[in-house]
């Protein structure tokens, strides 16, 4: 007979009484992603604790989960019954949340934080418990989850749980903001407010010309719907000084990368102020291929490559800021390999009249334009490429533990590596003497000009 191991046998005893604590508790193993991730979480171990403090963690997840089936429902009174005691302003947020277009009955909720429990004789009482809501948009991508993190506070009465406290721990979402509309087209899933009911066709019909005109530039397909977002305000905006940007997540693991959860945001109230210059097409063009390019590019792409192209690929010329004596001076203060070892463009002001950003968009739009004009399309692709079949092996020591830390560039020792190694291969030159290329390239443009 083999000797049992000892680690086995505290194994099995644990497992066993885990089992049997949640039978009693009516518990179920499907309440949690994985045993390991709750005990990680903050505090989320007490879901298993047989005491006051833990019961109640796991009353008001069961109210928290059939309440979250009501996002979506149209009916806001199914939301509010399982309230008590709300300022105005929460309960219009989740009246807002009862007309949200997500996949009704489709939301998920998993507490990530535990709370404050408060005994007394009148009620009790669990404050600021976290938990995140994941939902699917009804009409868009039914294997994309997004989520919201919100702090919950409760009230016992009668024995029944109550929400008595809603307040976001990260951004508010769009739907949260107000009523939200929905509209559809052949590669887009539009949610508006009321505020841009005339300009909604305008904007679907620009989105699906400029989606069209860039998947023929760049010859890719897309993987649609995308969601679009058309923020009426602009102190509900924070997508910068631009009128839409496009966002996606990264996901990495020991099989590289996974882009998800990618849509378009539209500042409609800049839109308003815009002239009939096609400005706002030539930036939708930009996003969009941004929307191409994301799930064909891995995190460590060069920011000025990444723009570049977007700018290149949307022919949006911004050279002539390097015209004249002040584009001169514009001009000498680039660098490449701070753009390189930059997360995104214009990160400190500096330069005549503190246009950083707008300065480092135009060099990137050049040297874009100089390795195609020069070398040849061809060979820049498969310069883009190669980042993306760069063996993991070699970059694998160099991935961030924690990718979400702050706002330093977490890719910028890969990016530096990769990018002076693509370049000296593909162009045979380094990226200092890449820049200097460029900004002779700019130089001759503006004497012919």
Not at 40 to 61: C, N, S
Not at 398 to 405: E, N
Request: proline share 4%; net charge neutral; glycine share 6%.
């Amino acid at each position: 007979m083999k000797k049992v191991h000892k680690g086995f046998v505290i194994g099995l005893v644990t497992f066993v009484f885990l089992v049997v604590f949640m039978v009693h508790n009516e518990f179920h193993i499907a309440d949690f992603p994985s045993l390991s991730s709750v005990f990680a979480q903050d505090g989320i171990g007490v879901l298993f604790e047989p005491t006051d403090m833990g019961k109640a963690h796991r009353e008001v997840q069961k109210l928290l989960r059939s309440w979250a089936a009501n996002i979506g429902r149209q009916n806001s009174a199914l939301l509010l019954e399982a309230t008590a005691n709300l300022d105005s302003k929460t309960k219009e947020m989740i009246q807002n949340l009862a007309k949200a277009p997500v996949e009704v009955a489709g939301s998920r909720v998993s507490l990530k934080k535990a709370g404050q429990l408060k005994q007394n004789p009148t009620g009790n009482m669990l404050q600021n418990v976290q938990a995140e809501i994941q939902y699917r948009y009804k009409d868009g991508k039914q294997d994309e989850w997004y989520s919201l993190v919100r702090s919950f506070s409760f009230v016992q009465q009668g024995g029944q749980w109550k929400i008595t406290a809603y307040q976001p721990v990260d951004s508010l979402a769009f739907f949260e903001t107000g009523p939200t509309l929905e509209k559809k087209s052949q590669h887009f899933v539009y949610l508006y407010q009321a505020p841009n009911e005339q300009q909604i066709d305008r904007v679907i019909g620009e989105t699906e010309k400029a989606y069209q005109e860039v998947g023929n530039i760049l010859k890719l397909k897309g993987k649609p719907p995308y969601p679009v977002l058309l923020y009426p305000r602009e102190s509900m905006w924070q997508g910068g000084p631009t009128v839409a940007t496009a966002s996606s997540q990264y996901y990495m693991d020991a099989a590289g990368y996974k882009v998800t959860n990618q849509y378009v945001s539209i500042n409609m109230e800049a839109l308003e102020k815009t002239a009939d210059d096609h400005s706002f097409y030539t930036t939708l063009k930009h996003e969009l291929v941004h929307v191409y390019q994301f799930p064909n590019l891995p995190p460590y792409v060069p920011v000025w490559l990444l723009e570049g192209m977007a700018m290149y690929y949307s022919s949006d010329d911004k050279s002539y800021l390097f015209r004249g004596s002040v584009g001169k001076q514009r001009l000498n203060e680039i660098v490449l390999s701070k753009l390189t070892a930059s997360e995104q463009l214009g990160e400190a002001a500096y330069g005549v009249n503190s246009d950083k950003q707008q300065q480092e968009y135009a060099f990137s739009y050049c040297t874009v334009q100089y390795l195609v004009a020069t070398y040849g399309e061809t060979k820049f692709k498969a310069f883009v490429q190669s980042y993306s079949d760069t063996p993991w092996p070699e970059i694998a020591d160099d991935i961030p533990a924690d990718i979400h830390r702050g706002k330093q560039n977490k890719w910028e020792k890969i990016t530096t590596k990769l990018t002076d190694k693509y370049v000296k291969q593909y162009f045979g030159l380094t990226e200092k003497q890449l820049e200097e290329k460029v900004k002779n390239h700019i130089s001759q443009m503006d004497t012919e000009s």
